[in-house]
């Protein structure tokens, strides 16, 4: 009886141990809390650019709309002749930009980027929540940017191009080591137009390039942990306008739902979450 008794009170210690390991390991999962200013409307409207750069182009605010759905810098936005202009300039960039504010699917993942080839847009999640977004300009129609699931990998403030020793490419931060692909600075000139890079405006590169985590090496020839998850997606249609073009006539002619995120993502989201298991544990 008591050896019964011992090894009762034995099995119930191990217990007790088993559940306070499992509380060690579970990760508190803090939702960002973001106040955003919804706009009273979300339309748009043609404007010639040289006279909305006269009258509208000192606004900062107004400016960084104005870049983004174009999908420019500021010195190509000179170059357009009609660009497209939101009726009124009371929201956050966000309510103007194709990406939901909430995807459930990602309510686990700590951080992910997400490169959308069709709207030429990217944007940060963390934890299913909206953080950033911003345009981008992809691989042009001879050199597209593969799609599918990346990490994260190597960064450097300035590096040069390995398709051209010439450029030089800011706040990059690499996700195909082996084709040398990554997110970096470089002009937007309104469409895709890169060598297979992911170009973005100097403030979303900078801004990526802290976000994200670097890998970590465990020999030259081996990674011990992977870095942020790149979910790059969907197809540009290079035979028709821009269809940022078409905002005008349908304000969500670029809008994703969440549920398209949701099959986009669903694939990769046990490989995402096992990497970012391996980083939590380190």
């Known amino acids: 009886m008591k050896n019964a008794i011992k090894i009762m009170v034995l099995v119930i210690g191990l217990l ?10 579970t990760v508190t999962i803090v939702k960002p809390e973001i106040k955003r200013n919804e706009p009273k409307e979300v339309a748009f409207t043609f404007q010639k650019s040289e006279d909305w750069l006269k009258t509208e182009g000192s606004n900062p605010k107004a400016l960084d709309l104005v870049l983004a759905l174009n999908r420019v ?114 002009e937007l000139p309104g ?30 020839e081996k990674v011990k942990l992977k870095g942020t998850p790149v979910i790059v997606f969907g197809s540009y249609d290079f035979k028709n306008p821009k269809i940022w073009n078409t905002l005008p006539q349908d304000a969500k002619a670029l809008s994703i739902s969440e549920a398209t995120l949701e099959t986009t993502i669903s694939p990769y989201l046990a490989s995402i979450l096992k990497e ?6 380190k």
Not at 16 to 25: A, D, G, P, V, Y
Not at 128 to 146: A, C, M, W
Not at 198 to 208: P, T
Not at 276 to 281: G, L, S
């Open 73 to 186: 810098d500021a010195m190509n936005l000179k170059k357009l002749d009609s660009i497209v202009v939101p009726t009124d300039f009371s929201g956050d960039l966000e309510y103007y930009m194709p990406f939901p504010l909430e995807v459930a699917t990602l309510n686990e993942v700590s951080k992910i980027i997400l490169f959308s080839y069709a709207t030429q847009a990217f944007a940060t999640y963390e934890y299913g929540v909206l953080t950033h977004t911003g345009p981008t300009s992809l691989g042009r129609e001879k050199d597209k940017t593969p799609t599918g699931l990346f990490f994260t990998n190597w960064k450097a403030e300035e590096t040069i191009s390995t398709f051209n020793d010439e450029w030089k490419l800011k706040w990059n931060f690499n996700i195909e080591n082996k084709q040398g692909i990554g997110f970096h600075e470089y």
């Open 191 to 220: 469409y895709p137009a890169s060598h297979s890079c992911l170009r973005l405006l100097e403030k979303d590169a900078k801004m990526l390039y802290e976000f994200a985590d670097q890998w970590e090496l465990e020999s030259a």
């Open 276 to 281: 970012q298991t391996k980083r939590e544990k």
């Open 16 to 25: 007790s141990l088993s559940c306070k390991e499992e509380k060690k390991e």
